[in-house]
């Protein structure tokens, strides 16, 4: 794993990378890879910094289409997922709250 990127828990019991196009990447237990490059260290809940800036400060945050990041604009082709995952703290600095839903959609 990638501190600051967001991965999702499979049936092998791995950690792969997000992807808001799949449910099978989108839907089940996801978590922010902490500094711990092993895969042990995983933020289920809590404030995290990403690897990237994902909005502006107070947006809801939602899994991107692009693999493992998250967004603030809600991904919008046909099969995507939205999930929403947590809130931007910080503009220019990954900062985020992350609280990933138990809910998802699949866009139409």
Not at 40 to 47: D, F, Q, R, T, V
Not at 60 to 71: E, G, P, R, V
Not at 93 to 104: A, E, L, R, V
């Amino acid at each position: 794993t990638t501190e600051g990127k967001i991965y999702y828990y499979n049936s092998s019991g791995n950690w792969v990378e997000t992807d808001a196009d799949a449910a099978a990447s989108s839907t089940g237990l996801i978590a922010v890879a902490m500094a711990n490059s092993s895969g042990k260290g995983m933020l289920l809940k809590g404030m995290v910094t990403l690897d990237h800036d994902p909005g502006t400060r107070g947006d809801i945050l939602y899994l991107s289409t692009t693999a493992s990041q998250a967004t603030s604009t809600p991904p919008s082709g046909t099969g995507d997922i939205v999930r929403v995952i947590g809130y931007c703290l910080d503009s220019s600095n990954g900062q985020i709250y992350f609280n990933p839903s138990n809910d998802h959609i699949v866009h139409a």
